[in-house]
């Protein structure tokens, strides 16, 4: 028998903590911070989830605040994932930097500006206002009013490259330590010790007309959904400063296959009409063609690369659109306007799933929905596909 005792191995990992930090010269400290901040260059992606409550339900965090018809905003539950289930969002890569130190916090005001925009979001709000109200007189007694002063629209001076780096900063609650807690404050019942979990606030900044919003609707049936959210959706919102819900970039939906079989019905359950998806879609983009939104993006988590793809196919290229997660993962523009003009792309790739060397665009592809929708002619943005590059 060994007299010596075995002792149990150990794993070391690089060091999450650098105690020094703040014996470091100024400058670096502050170059540091600045490395720290995602690129702002690059069009981000952000993930909310969409949920109807009742007016007494106080157990779910908002982004911003809830509005009259309870219709609720919130960030994914499995915040620290990503993938098509979790959390990709840009927001999670420099958001802890608003609370991390003074120093922090300085670099992130001064990356995203916050002192110059909201000074013009204050002015846009106040000139939009005016605006509203002078359109609620009948034009009879506009005559009798006196004269109103008259702003000056703060984004008339600006480009469209400037106004797409318009800021928004807002937060969410969640767990010190656990990403498995709830989100939010709670107690349990009466007849139960009463615990409470403790929260933290985790601020995030986001591009309203530069960044791509993914929207998760906990049910595709919330009455006017599309309409709500253009009055109540904070990043985007006129009556928050900014130029109108959706932006020029879009919104995104995650696609679901399942889609294709929601045909309506009559109570015996058989099928009276055209696939009901289809028709919501366009009805959600006809509504669309009031607000600034170009494009409604629909995502495809099973469109993978072929085994065969050339090199110079595996990337995107110059004309194709691409929006960045936080995990390195990039949502890549198939199409945006015409079906027709993605063909070159999907080629290249095969739906997971479905069967067939053409699975990309067969009768079970997101490409086949989208055609669907695009049938006849209508008002409205278009619909464009994305493919989740890792």
């Known amino acids: 028998m060994s007299d010596h005792t075995q002792l149990p191995s150990v794993t070391m ?20 911070w600045e490395l720290a901040v995602r690129p702002l260059d690059r069009p981000g992606v952000h993930v909310f989830c969409v949920e109807e409550h009742e007016p007494d339900d106080s157990s779910v965090e908002e982004v911003e605040d809830r509005d009259k018809s309870n219709l609720h905003f919130s960030v994914p539950a499995a915040t620290m994932s990503a993938g098509p289930c979790g959390n990709p969002s840009t927001y999670m890569i420099d958001g802890g930097l608003w609370t991390a130190c003074k120093e922090s916090r300085a670099v992130m005001e001064e990356a995203f500006k916050h002192q110059m925009w909201d ?31 008259v702003l000056e629209n703060p984004y008339d001076e600006l480009g ?20 498995s807690l709830p989100s939010s404050t709670q107690t349990t019942k009466a007849d139960q010790p009463k615990t409470q979990v403790t929260t933290s606030p985790h601020y995030f900044s ?31 919102s006129r009556r928050w400063g900014f130029l109108g819900f959706g932006s020029k970039h879009g919104l995104a939906l995650k696609y679901d296959s399942a889609w294709l079989d929601d045909y309506y019905r009559d109570p015996a359950g058989e099928i009276t009409g055209a ?21 409604i993006w629909l995502v495809d988590y099973r469109l993978k690369l072929k085994q065969n793809t050339p090199a110079d196919k595996r990337e995107p290229d110059v004309n194709q ?53 695009e049938y006849e002619e209508r008002w409205g943005p278009t619909l464009g596909l994305l493919a989740c590059f890792p």
């Open 321 to 373: 659109k691409v929006f960045y997660g936080n995990d390195g993962r990039r949502y890549v523009e198939m199409y945006s306007k015409f079906p027709e003009a993605g063909v070159d792309y999907l080629q290249w790739f095969y739906t997971d799933g479905v069967e067939g060397e053409d699975s990309s665009i067969s009768e079970r592809s997101c490409d086949y929905f989208i055609e669907e929708v």
């Open 160 to 179: 469209d490259d400037e106004l797409d780096m318009i800021p928004a900063t807002a937060f969410f609650l969640s767990p010190p330590s656990s990403s």
């Open 13 to 32: 990992g690089p060091p999450t903590t650098f105690h020094p930090f703040p014996k470091l010269p100024w400058e670096l400290r502050h170059e540091i």
């Open 275 to 295: 696939v009901n998806m289809v028709d919501r879609m366009v009805k959600a983009i006809v509504f669309f063609d009031t607000t600034r939104a170009e494009t």
């Open 206 to 236: 986001v591009f309203p007309h530069q960044d791509l919003f993914i929207f998760r609707p906990a049910s595709r049936k919330i009455d006017n959904i599309w309409s709500r959210l253009e009055l109540n959706f904070p990043f985007g």
């Open 119 to 149: 000074h013009k979001r204050r002015a846009w709000r106040l000139f939009f206002a005016a605006i509203v109200r002078a359109n609620s007189i009948p034009l009879a007694l506009r005559a009798l009013r006196s004269p109103s002063p």
